[in-house]
């Protein structure tokens, strides 16, 4: 039974690394800010989570006793990279693009990001609630 965990550690150790690998390469390579999200965020996590989870197994099964530490970094890199992404992607739609720039949304609105109601961003903006039909 000690080679079949050995096996799945050591399995795991290699399917992180090459997600790792494969992120890393994407988030050197990938031409523009908005693909270059991809490797971070999606591989990069996978790659870490993979990481995580050959430990978590390996203190599990031949360490003294199994250990939750591991178990809530992975969760908290499962949670916050998705999220990390999504405002790196906001703020370089609002740094670099202005709406007529934006591809179509395929919808009948706007992007969310770029709506027409006043922001704190905007100087002496009125934020005041109003009724849409005033």
């Known amino acids: 039974m ?26 050197v390579k990938l031409p523009d800010p908005m693909t270059r999200l991809h490797g971070p965020t999606k591989s990069a996590t996978l790659g870490v989570g993979g990481v ?22 992975t969760l908290f890199i ?8 999504l405002m790196i992607a906001k703020a370089n739609i609002h740094l670099q693009w202005t709406r007529d720039e934006l591809p179509p949304t395929g919808t009948g609105t706007n992007w969310a990001t770029l709506s027409d109601r006043p922001s704190l961003m905007d100087d002496g903006a009125d934020l005041r609630l109003v009724d849409e039909g005033d």
């Open 2 to 27: 000690d080679l079949f965990f050995e096996i799945l550690v050591s399995a795991l150790l290699v399917i992180g690394g090459f997600f790792g690998l494969v992120g890393s390469y994407g988030l």
């Open 52 to 73: 995580l989870l050959a430990s978590m197994i390996y203190f599990a099964w031949f360490g003294a006793a199994p250990s939750l530490h591991e178990l809530l970094i």
């Open 78 to 85: 499962l949670l916050t990279a998705p999220v990390t992404g």
